[in-house]
């Protein structure tokens, strides 16, 4: 979140500095990720972003199904939050929209099908792992495990949908990661066959709140970032962004729904990590989100600012509308056509 202009058309320093961290002591270099907030992601550099399509399909059934698992002990109210963002990718609300985002950005990408990345989503069936089936602290490859694990539940199991599905596993506050709060908020992958059964694109989001959300929820806490380093809000180095109070009132939940806005972005744009993405190689790819990291408004993304946002009379910060009366922040894409970031909350 360095030094990026929305329109700044030299990104792709960005985009390595991003991966890198991404990946870093990974055992799986392919699995994409929302890397942690620091303030020196956005680099300027001389070379222009090479968002490429490489053969891949796109997340295009319509509807697309999604399965949620909610791994752990979790709130209602948490709960409603996040489907009622998820609801709100394809339905109407007043301008601009979570749906008006989804519209204008990931939903212009194609595949050599001619398919659009798809405008609808149904929350098709949720499964609640309550009970911790592969304990509190998690490995990566573990997710698949856990997606498993809620397909061939009894008594109810959630349906294995290879065709239209996609799996959203969500674990709460008190569920350690793999790289969660050291370099990863979240990421997106598919399942192995010789796992699940079946391919299928999969994301995982952690719950930030007592872990880490100077790094996962940030705009919604003071950035955290290196050793020693201070608050955010203009210490620390990390620019002149103050705090924002989170719209849904709960800077863990309403942090996730920033961290899952950009994996399902990129999750439909790259579902098998062969289709949209920047960058020469595969195991490292920058995707539609990665190049507007920090981004939420027209001048977000130099120097740790978020960008001009809406305020509700609460005071709470967003950028889109959404079912329920509700309100979400949701960061900045890479728009395909305007070759730039761009959100329904810009200007122009
Ligand atoms: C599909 O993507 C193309 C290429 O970006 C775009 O022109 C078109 O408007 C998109 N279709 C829909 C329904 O959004
Ligand atoms: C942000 O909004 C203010 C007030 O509407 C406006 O004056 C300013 O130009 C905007 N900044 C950018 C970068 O568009």
Not at 55 to 66: E, F
Request: with cysteine.
């Amino acid at each position: 979140m360095g030094r990026l202009l929305p329109h700044h058309p030299s990104l792709l320093l960005l985009a390595a500095a991003a991966a890198a961290i991404c990946i870093s002591s990974s055992n799986l270099a392919a699995v994409r990720c929302t890397p942690v907030y620091r303030p020196d992601y956005l680099v300027d550099g001389n070379q222009l972003v090479d968002m490429q399509y490489h053969m891949g399909p796109v997340v295009s059934g319509s509807p697309t199904n999604l399965y949620l698992i909610w791994y752990g002990r979790w709130e209602p109210a948490a709960q409603a939050v996040l489907r009622d963002f998820l609801a709100s990718l394809s339905a109407s609300a007043p301008f601009p929209a979570v749906s008006d985002w989804w519209a204008r950005t990931p939903r212009m990408y194609t595949d050599q099908t001619g398919a659009n990345v798809t405008g609808a989503f149904a929350v098709a069936g949720e499964h609640s792992d309550a009970g911790y089936s592969h304990g509190a602290s998690l490995r990566r490859a573990d997710m698949q495990s856990v997606i498993r694990s809620a397909v061939y539940a009894y008594p109810d199991p959630l349906p294995l949908d290879p065709y239209s599905g996609a799996y959203l596993v969500l674990t709460s506050p008190d569920v350690q990661v793999d790289e969660f709060c050291r370099a990863v908020c979240g990421f997106h992958y598919f399942t192995f066959a010789s796992v699940v059964g079946v391919t299928v694109p999969y994301l995982w989001v952690g719950n930030s709140a007592t872990q880490c959300p100077g790094k996962c929820a940030y705009p919604f806490a003071a950035a955290e970032y290196g050793a020693g380093a201070g608050a955010g809000g203009g210490g620390g180095g990390g620019g002149g962004q103050a705090v924002l109070r989170p719209p849904n009132g709960d800077a863990g939940v309403d942090g996730m729904v920033i961290v899952l806005g950009h994996e399902l972005a990129e999750m439909s744009t790259n579902p098998l990590v062969n289709a949209w993405y920047a960058g020469d190689t595969p195991t490292a790819p920058t995707e539609i989100a990665d190049l507007c990291l920090g981004v939420y408004g027209d001048g977000g993304g130099a120097g740790g600012m978020v960008g001009n946002v809406s305020r509700a009379p609460d005071g709470s910060a967003y950028n889109v509308n959404g079912v329920n009366g509700r309100r979400f922040l949701v960061q900045w894409l890479w728009n395909p056509v305007r070759a730039a970031c761009y959100g329904p909350n810009s200007s122009n």
